[in-house]
């Protein structure tokens, strides 16, 4: 199962009290600072959910399997590392 940024909306919504219309351009804000933050090189840290930062992921080679001769040179480039914060690695466990 998977969660959209709509049902989220919607879920902020009933829970503040506010319209669908309010609560997704404050979802849709939050998801723009955030993504901004970690353009600009800078981590974000939500206490007791996690942090989200930028690590540069090397270059390398890879290999195709049906021609493993063929070799492939891949880019380093950058992804967003995610780290559970204390209180949802807890909820995390205790729901596994």
């Given amino acids: 199962m998977s969660l959209t940024k ?3 909306a919607k879920e902020v919504a009933v ?6 219309t309010d609560a997704a351009a404050a979802v849709q ?10 353009a600009n090189g800078g981590h974000i840290e939500l206490r007791g ?3 989200f930062e930028i690590k540069t ?17 891949i880019p380093a480039r950058k992804i967003v ?3 559970a914060g204390k209180e949802l690695a807890a909820v995390l466990e205790k729901n596994s």
């Fill in 49 to 51: 959910f996690g942090v």
């Fill in 57 to 73: 992921r090397k270059a390398s080679v890879g290999r195709n399997p049906r021609k493993p001769e063929n070799t492939v040179k």
């Fill in 6 to 8: 709509r049902e989220i």
């Fill in 29 to 38: 804000a939050i998801l723009d600072i955030m993504a901004q933050e970690l």
């Fill in 15 to 20: 829970r503040i009290g506010s319209t669908q």
């Fill in 81 to 83: 590392k995610f780290r």
